[in-house]
């Protein structure tokens, strides 16, 4: 009997999840639709390709709004269980509220660490090639910048033509082993600039140690310098703002390749943000879990589900809230980035904790 309660309550839970993402990936299609075709509405693409587009970019959305969904799938859960007199049955076979809670909140738990190695690294490919094809139709694509394994890369327009500029390695605001190449209106190439290293933290870039080849009458000729100085559209801090979006990089990147990204001049504090932040979401997800336990599980009376909706839309818009105010305080350097991903977890937690012994009691 205990086997058969078990099952019954872990296939109705899954099953509200999966009602729940369903109706999330629906609104998010929608919601989302009007911006693609906005974006695409002067290019020549298919009415299909903004569909495509939008289908590539939800599953990302659904992955940062896991702990509301599961939030808002215990308490449709478990107001059915309540309401329709299930609870009630559980209790007289021996399930107390503390047992449901536990059942639930740790299959959340297991849900949370497949999502982060089975499913976010298809989600991470899809949020990539989102970008890549949207970058590929943009009116906005005179100046670029990347980075790949073979470091970084940057194409911006000058008033004489176009500069190509590569470096091997990014540390803080210094760059390494930069070759730059000055091109005409036609990419004919001018020169060429070699350096072992370039201060970039203000838009004045600081050359050391420079080999400068230029284009006279046909030939190359060579002049070794200590110190050059170029202007660019990018400094520093502009370029880290770039590469601020780490939905690219899934949570096994992000373990497997932490050295290489940081070799590739990812910031290590917004590296370690991002790695904190995905590695407490299943904690994340027992303890909002526990907390639509808590709103749901207090009695035993039949009630009104929309004051029951009511309640956690506030609640989700708080916590919400509360996140974004805690991702601030980090970025701010009121407390550590990493901290700044566990302390909504551990404040809801702790909430949580006291609101679980309060329902074990009925």
Same mark, same amino acid.
């Given at each position: 009997?205990?086997?058969? @309660?078990?099952?019954?309550?872990?296939?109705?839970?899954?099953?509200? #999840?999966?009602?729940?993402?369903?109706?999330?990936?629906?609104?998010?299609?929608?919601?989302?639709?009007?911006?693609?075709?906005?974006?695409?509405?002067?290019?020549?693409?298919?009415?299909?390709?903004?569909?495509?587009?939008?289908?590539?970019?939800?599953?990302? &959305? &659904?992955?940062?709004?896991?702990?509301?969904?599961?939030?808002?799938?215990?308490? $449709?859960?478990? %107001?059915?269980?309540?309401?329709?007199?299930?609870?009630?049955?559980?209790?007289?076979?021996?399930?107390?509220?503390?047992?449901?809670?536990?059942?639930?909140?740790?299959?959340?738990?297991?849900?949370?660490? +497949?999502?982060?190695?089975?499913?976010?690294?298809?989600?991470?490919?899809?949020?990539?090639?989102?970008?890549?094809?949207? *970058?590929?139709?943009?009116? !906005?694509?005179? /100046?670029? +910048?990347?980075?790949?394994?073979?470091? %970084? $890369?940057?194409?911006e327009n000058t008033i004489k033509g176009h500069r190509i500029i590569t470096a091997d390695q990014t540390k803080d605001h210094i760059l390494k082993n930069i070759t730059i190449f000055d091109l005409d209106q036609n990419y004919n190439i001018n020169?060429?600039?070699?350096?072992? *290293?370039?201060?970039?933290?203000? /838009?004045? $870039?600081?050359?050391?140690?420079?080999?400068?080849?230029?284009?006279?009458?046909?030939?190359?000729?060579?002049?070794?310098?200590?110190?050059?100085?170029?202007? *660019?559209?990018?400094? /520093?801090?502009?370029?880290?703002?770039?590469?601020?979006?780490? !939905?690219?990089?899934?949570?096994?990147?992000?373990?497997?390749?932490?050295?290489?990204?940081? !070799?590739?001049?990812?910031?290590?504090?917004?590296?370690?943000?991002?790695?904190?932040?995905?590695? =407490?979401?299943?904690?994340?997800?027992?303890?909002?879990?526990?907390?639509?336990?808590? @709103?749901?599980?207090?009695?035993?009376?039949?009630?009104?589900?929309?004051?029951? +909706? +009511?309640?956690?839309?506030?609640?989700?818009? #708080?916590?919400?809230?509360?996140?974004?105010? =805690?991702?601030?305080?980090?970025?701010?350097?009121?407390?550590?980035? =990493?901290?700044?991903? $566990?302390?909504p977890v551990v404040v809801v937690g702790l909430f949580s904790s006291i609101g679980v012994l309060q329902i074990n009691e009925k």
């Amino acid at each position: 009997m205990n086997k058969i @309660l078990f099952n019954y309550l872990l296939s109705g839970f899954f099953k509200t #999840i999966l009602k729940v993402l369903i109706i999330f990936f629906a609104f998010g299609i929608i919601l989302n639709l009007f911006e693609e075709i906005e974006f695409f509405k002067n290019l020549n693409t298919s009415i299909f390709f903004p569909i495509s587009m939008t289908t590539l970019y939800i599953p990302n &959305m &659904m992955f940062k709004l896991l702990p509301f969904i599961i939030f808002i799938s215990s308490m $449709w859960f478990l %107001l059915n269980l309540r309401n329709s007199k299930d609870l009630l049955s559980l209790k007289v076979f021996g399930y107390s509220n503390l047992k449901i809670l536990c059942i639930l909140g740790f299959s959340s738990f297991i849900f949370g660490w +497949i999502v982060l190695f089975a499913i976010n690294p298809f989600t991470s490919v899809m949020v990539k090639y989102y970008e890549q094809t949207k *970058s590929n139709y943009s009116k !906005d694509i005179d /100046h670029l +910048i990347g980075i790949n394994k073979n470091g %970084l $890369w940057i194409k911006e327009n000058t008033i004489k033509g176009h500069r190509i500029i590569t470096a091997d390695q990014t540390k803080d605001h210094i760059l390494k082993n930069i070759t730059i190449f000055d091109l005409d209106q036609n990419y004919n190439i001018n020169e060429e600039i070699k350096s072992k *290293s370039a201060d970039i933290s203000n /838009h004045a $870039w600081i050359l050391s140690d420079v080999v400068i080849k230029k284009l006279n009458d046909g030939i190359f000729v060579e002049k070794l310098t200590k110190d050059y100085l170029i202007k *660019s559209k990018y400094d /520093h801090k502009k370029i880290r703002g770039l590469f601020k979006n780490f !939905d690219t990089m899934s949570f096994l990147d992000l373990i497997l390749k932490y050295q290489n990204l940081q !070799d590739r001049g990812y910031s290590k504090p917004l590296l370690d943000q991002n790695l904190n932040s995905m590695l =407490s979401m299943p904690f994340f997800l027992f303890i909002m879990t526990a907390l639509a336990a808590i @709103l749901t599980m207090n009695t035993l009376k039949k009630s009104n589900n929309f004051t029951f +909706i +009511i309640t956690g839309l506030i609640v989700c818009v #708080i916590i919400f809230y509360f996140k974004d105010l =805690s991702l601030a305080l980090g970025q701010t350097n009121r407390i550590p980035l =990493s901290l700044a991903s $566990w302390v909504p977890v551990v404040v809801v937690g702790l909430f949580s904790s006291i609101g679980v012994l309060q329902i074990n009691e009925k």
